[in-house]
């Protein structure tokens, strides 16, 4: 289980400590098993493949960053996205999985690492009292958010491409 970050440098410790891990894992596996329907799906009974992982870390760090920049401008967010409720997070896990769905595995990987280096930007340029004193979405502070749909996500999916690896590569 993931620890829960209460201030800014144990949010970026628990970023660059994940991090760097699953892409070691995930540039361990070959593009010709990255579309292998083997990964626990996170839809209960799904099975998905390398690249839907990808897609889903790359939907939920692109929405932190979305959130972010329209609250920002003082813009009007529709949580968790448009025309999705939290209730329907499965749905909006397909909806990842869909908009990735032709993009080239090494394309993925890169991408994942231009989100993450946005995130922790977006960490970076903000203090302890922005991401962890004051609510940010209902009860919830920014960084509790960016570390629900960043760090978390990531240790819960090394642990998937981890069982992967051992079953496929």
């Not at 972010?68 to 999985?97: C, I, M, S, T």
Request: net charge positive; aromatic share 12%.
């Amino acid at each position: 289980m993931t620890r829960i970050a209460s201030n800014k440098e144990e949010l970026l410790s628990a970023i660059d400590t994940i991090f760097p891990k699953l892409m070691a894992d995930y540039r361990s596996i070959s593009a010709s098993k990255s579309r292998v329907l083997g990964v626990q799906g996170n839809i209960k009974g799904s099975v998905v493949s390398v690249c839907d992982t990808l897609a889903y870390l790359l939907g939920w760090g692109k929405l932190v960053l979305k959130w972010h920049y329209l609250k920002q401008q003082a813009q009007p967010v529709d949580f968790p996205e448009r025309g999705f409720k939290w209730n329907q997070l499965g749905l909006l896990a397909e909806h990842f999985h869909q908009t990735y769905a032709h993009w080239q595995y090494e394309d993925l990987l890169a991408e994942l690492e231009v989100c993450v280096t946005d995130i922790r930007t977006l960490i970076l340029n903000s203090n302890n009292h922005e991401l962890y004193e004051v609510p940010w979405y209902e009860k919830w502070t920014l960084g509790r958010m960016v570390q629900l749909n960043t760090a978390s996500p990531m240790m819960s999916t090394r642990t998937k491409i981890r069982r992967f690896k051992r079953q496929y590569c």
